[in-house]
């Protein structure tokens, strides 16, 4: 079982799946920041553009980050202070291969009493935890402002 709240993300193997407006989608990811206990790993996957950054912007605002959240695409890394604990927000797109996690303390960051969220953990290799709790983000066609999200569920 993930250690990710129950009632938010379904336990491993079920995967559960919602269509949700932008909305929604902030909403859901406040839940999910609220209820969450470090340390745990979610990550984020889904195309440009598919809402990762606006989900993890969320979960950080529900977590209790008062900052302002940015994509940390160029930086690759940001840390946050929350009242519960550190919260990292990665963003692997850059990423040529899994090794150059290393140089961004990868193994720290994972293993710290911390929420971390990773946008594009398939670029991480087998890098990411077994008990990660795993989100994806779909497009879907025709309705710009609504996106499928899948919860749950194996790498």
């Not at 902030?26 to 790993?41: F, N």
């Not at 959240?69 to 919260?87: C, D, E, G, L």
């Not at 710290?112 to 946008?119: K, S, W």
């Not at 990660?132 to 899948?150: D, F, K, M, V």
């Amino acid at each position: 079982m993930t250690r990710s709240p129950e009632g938010i993300v379904p336990p491993r193997p079920r995967v559960g799946t919602v269509a949700m407006d932008i909305e929604e989608l902030v909403a859901w990811g406040e839940r999910l920041g609220r209820s969450a206990a470090a340390p745990l790993v979610v990550t984020l996957s889904g195309d440009l553009g598919a809402g990762k950054t606006t989900l993890a912007q969320a979960i950080c605002r529900g977590y209790g980050v008062t900052e302002d959240v940015t994509s940390p695409t160029f930086a690759i890394a940001q840390q946050y202070t929350a009242p519960r604990s550190s919260v990292w927000h990665l963003d692997l797109y850059r990423l040529e291969s899994p090794a150059e996690l290393a140089n961004v303390g990868w193994e720290e960051i994972v293993s710290a009493h911390a929420l971390v969220l990773v946008e594009w953990p398939e670029r991480a290799g087998g890098w990411i935890p077994a008990d990660a709790a795993r989100i994806t983000l779909e497009h879907i066609p025709g309705e710009e402002n609504r996106r499928l999200l899948y919860a749950g569920g194996h790498a």
